[in-house]
């Protein structure tokens, strides 16, 4: 592995910092994205349980708001029950374009890398058919080692940033996408506590 670096050249080291950041913003993002992170089984049964029996207390709230994303938007939409259900929906509404926030933290640098690191590659291929040209103007062709080493240089910096860039590509898709469905399904379940609270809707939470 550090003959390969050193053979690429010094633009070897922002690629291998980039895929040492993308590999831990992909780590990170895959435990904070867990589904029993987001939306927990159970727990409209258990705030609606409370409720109803006039058992919701601060600390219940904050307990709630503190285990997931959807309890924050319960929370928000409990905090606004009686003034309405239009209330209700609207203090969800802005309570989760706070969620969705935290929920995409680190997607914009991931996504960052794997626009830089083609072009780091691309440089790199650049300066090494640079090194390759002068050194055929100063020693003409008949040295294929050198020749070889400028060579080799602009294709391992170039194979370096695409292996950094495809996988960066593939997991900021696939966390977007996943966010996107957790969004929808949090939005679902918030508005159906709503329309139960309200009286629009029979109960149905399991």
């Not at 922002?14 to 913003?25: E, Y």
């Not at 409720?51 to 938007?73: F, P, V, W």
């Not at 910096?157 to 957790?182: K, N």
Request: aromatic share 4%.
């Amino acid at each position: 592995m550090f003959e390969l670096i050193k053979a690429g050249g010094w633009l070897m080291l922002p690629i291998l910092l980039c895929s040492v950041v993308a590999l831990a913003i992909c780590v990170e993002r895959l435990i904070a994205l867990r589904r029993e992170s987001i939306l927990p089984n159970g727990l409209l049964g258990y705030v609606w349980a409370l409720y109803k029996e006039n058992q919701l207390t601060t600390d219940h709230l904050n307990q709630i708001r503190n285990k997931s994303a959807l309890g924050t938007l319960v929370v928000a939409g409990l905090n606004n029950a009686k003034h309405g259900r239009d209330q209700m929906k609207e203090a969800i509404e802005m309570a989760a374009s706070g969620v969705v926030h935290k929920m995409e933290r680190y997607l914009n640098s991931l996504g960052t890398i794997a626009a830089i690191t083609p072009l780091l590659g691309l440089l790199g291929t650049v300066i090494g058919m640079i090194k390759v040209f002068t050194e055929i103007m100063v020693q003409g062709t008949g040295n294929a080692n050198v020749l070889a080493g400028g060579i080799s240089e602009a294709l391992l910096t170039t194979a370096a940033g695409l292996a950094v860039a495809i996988p960066a590509v593939v997991m900021h898709r696939y966390f977007q996408r996943r966010i996107a469905e957790l969004v929808v399904e949090m939005e679902q379940e918030s508005v159906k506590l709503v329309d139960i609270i309200h009286g629009h809707r029979e109960v149905d939470l399991k």
